[in-house]
Each structure stands twice: as C-alpha cells, then as structure tokens.
C-alpha cells in the first residue's frame, strides 16, 4: 500500500484509558524517531470503535503463503480454547494464541447450543467412519 502514510512501529509500549473513560489509549514504539526526537507515538480511539479496531487488526494480519481473498476470514493457530463462565453467570469462552494474547466472548444459551450443534457437525464430517453402522 505504497499510497498509505503510516507511522512505522516496532513495538507496542502500552495501552489504557483516557481519563475521561471515552477513549481507548494505544501507545507504539516508532522505528525511527521523528523529527524532533519522539519515539512513541499514540492513538486514541472511541471506546465504541475499540471492537472493530480489534477485528481490523486481526484481519490485517497476513496469512501464511496467501494472498489475501476478499471477504475471506483469516485462520490463526491457538494455544488453547477455554470455556467458563462470568461474574453474573454468563458462558464466557476463551481463546488464547501462541504471542499469549487472548480474545473471550460472552456467549447466550443460543449461541452456545448452536456452537455445539455446529461442532458436532463440522467432527462427524471430518471423521469418514463416524455415523457407520457396523457390517
């Protein structure tokens, strides 16, 4: 994307909150110091946009040996899946990737009966024996 003016990074210093509690707060290391000596740069985002921040930086991130396909969801390696539950008893499931970070979600009744109910499906697919009946 030759046309994009980015501020190259090279780590992530750290994140919070603006005081007022409107803002998500992101600081960055820059490659280079800028012209007067910086070397952190920071965004603020509306604490609103914050989940889709969170959804463009997962998609941004290149898949291996592909092009990327529009409209195609990127597919990423995980650590572990943990299910459990939240302060108010609400289903809470966990997914934690191979840099330690981790995204949960907090899931309905529905939502979680048609997750199993898709998982069910999707394993019996991917297993040609299962559902045979015996000779």
Known sequence: MPDVKAHLT?????????DDGKYGLLGFLREQQDSIG???????????LLPHLAVA???AIPQPGKKPVKGERPVFEIDDIQLGSGAEGQLVLTTIFPQGASISVRLE???????VQRLELLLAKSDPQKGKKPN
């Open 10 to 18: 090279k780590a992530i210093l750290k994140s919070g909150a603006s």
């Open 38 to 48: 910086q070397d952190d740069i920071w965004i603020g985002v509306p604490v609103e």
């Open 57 to 59: 930086s997962i998609a």
């Open 109 to 115: 009744e529905a939502e979680a009966r048609t997750l």
